[in-house]
């Protein structure tokens, strides 16, 4: 034998021997650890801020594919905290505490392996609300919202989530009706690494009824969601919603709702420096109502306009919201309602969507049971064909009455869901055909919760 196919044997005895050292050294993986590490090139996580105080923050996650999908359950923290991890079948629903996973105040976190899932936060607080929050896979160094309020009576929160080994540094950018407000107590603010900040609005913004913010980060990217706690008398309700990354020349609303007392509201923020001009139009079940005063609704560059609905639709009215920017200049926009909706007096805020797909996946029920609606609307030309199907715990359930329903060009469907949930949570999946559409999902608790929450659907492409 050559010398250097001596060298050769000696190398790969040598390494051969290593691997077996370090095989007898090191503990083995469970083969669910094993199976979920070897999908890491699939892994794909989603962020979760929850508020502090007393309340109950569930994560849901839906495996929408067609094989096994493995889950790694942790929080944001400045620790390494203990991960729980699941295999979730297909067409499975699996959810869990945030609180078993780590201290209040933090993010929660869901890594997923292996195939397609779709997560969101349901929030209930004993003193009396519900709250539903899409969570996101996408931090971001700019965030937007609408709406906020430090009125008499209105606790606003803005949850910051950093999840990464930097330090990120944070601004934010108040737009008011009128002018913008400066707040110097949160311009370069840190936010630690894997930590959750909590900023809290009214020690900053004194008594204003009602702006938009605008998140910015100079280093690092972060989560930012806001949480809004309102009790007047009449009204008491929470809200949740993780931000916008970027405004968008068109918003949709599958589900308003004129309160037969109180006032539903479509506020708008424009973030740019130039003047949008704004196009707003309802869908009901019969018809689009296109008022003649807001067929031309100007919004100053960084200002906030706010639309009173129940100036133009009766009280009790169901309906859609179409938005359209008529010059091309992209806005944010967010539906408020506060008041009384079928029985309950509650209190909301949620984003639209800002563009029409056919097939969607968006968060119905709740942990303690309740009402569930699904609202459809179609502004297009065509007919659409929507068939829904509902992933839950325990499988998938495609009731026949939920295939087929036709949504006719320019109205809004509205399914009752609640008979099918049997008092949990599920996962809707509709999917369209014919003419692309806008979905959104209404819960709603009565008793001592005594509120209602809305959710967008996430596109599936």
């Known amino acids: 034998m050559k010398y250097g196919e001596w060298i050769f044997v000696a190398v790969v005895t040598a390494l051969l021997g290593l691997g077996l050292g370090l095989d007898m050294l090191l503990e083995p993986r469970s083969a669910q650890e094993a199976d979920i590490q070897s999908r890491r090139h699939l892994a794909s996580g989603s962020y979760c801020p929850v508020p502090s105080g007393d309340l109950s923050a569930i994560m849901t996650t839906a495996n929408l594919g067609d094989g096994e999908l493995g889950l790694r359950r942790s929080v944001v923290a400045a620790a390494e905290p203990d991960a729980e991890q699941v295999a979730l079948e297909p067409q499975r629903l699996s959810s869990i505490d945030v609180d078993e996973l780590g201290p209040q105040d933090s993010t929660g976190v869901v890594d997923a392996f292996g ?12 003193a009396g609300g519900v709250a539903s929050s899409l969570c996101t896979d996408q931090p971001s160094a700019r965030w937007l919202f609408a709406t906020g309020s430090t009125a008499r009576d209105d606790d606003h929160y803005l949850l910051v989530s950093n999840p990464f080994r930097e330090e990120a540094l944070v601004s934010v950018r108040i737009m008011g009706p009128e002018q913008d407000v400066d707040l110097p107590l949160i311009t ?39 949480y809004s706690s309102v009790d007047v008398p009449g009204v008491d309700g929470i809200s949740l919603n993780t931000g916008t990354r970027s405004p968008a020349g068109q918003w949709y609303f599958a589900n308003g709702r004129v309160p037969t007392e109180g006032e539903e509201s479509l506020v708008v923020v424009n973030p740019t420096s130039r003047e949008a001009l704004l196009s707003v139009l309802f869908i009901t079940e019969g018809e689009r109502v296109a008022p003649p005063e807001l067929a031309e609704v100007v919004v100053p560059a960084g200002r906030q306009v706010t639309v009173n609905t129940s100036e133009h639709l009766s009280r009790g009215d169901s309906h859609g919201i179409s938005l359209r920017s008529l010059n091309g200049v992209p806005v944010v926009a967010e539906r408020q309602i506060r ?38 609307v179609n502004p297009g030309e065509g007919s659409a064909e929507v068939d829904i199907r509902l992933v839950t715990a325990d499988g998938e359930v495609e009731p026949q ?24 949570m599920a996962t809707a999946v509709v999917d369209a055909s014919g003419a692309d559409i806008a979905v959104e999902s209404t819960m709603a608790l009565e008793g001592s919760y005594g509120d209602f929450a809305t959710t967008p659907g996430v596109p599936l492409r």
């Open 339 to 376: 008041g009384v909706v079928g029985s309950i007096r509650g209190f909301e805020t949620a984003f639209g969507v800002s563009e029409l797909v056919g097939d969607w996946a968006v968060p119905v029920g709740t942990q303690e049971g309740g009402s569930s609606t699904l609202s459809i």
């Open 188 to 226: 370069e603010e840190v936010v630690r690494a894997r930590s959750q900040r909590v900023f809290y609005m009214s020690e900053n913004l004194e008594e204003v009824p009602s702006f938009g913010m605008e998140v910015t980060v100079s280093r690092g990217r972060v989560v930012a969601s806001r």
């Open 401 to 424: 009455e939920l295939t087929g329903v036709v949504v006719a060009a320019g109205r809004k469907v509205s399914l009752d869901l609640t008979g099918y949930l049997g008092g949990g």
């Open 115 to 126: 195939g397609r899932g779709h997560t969101s936060l349901s929030v209930l607080s004993p």
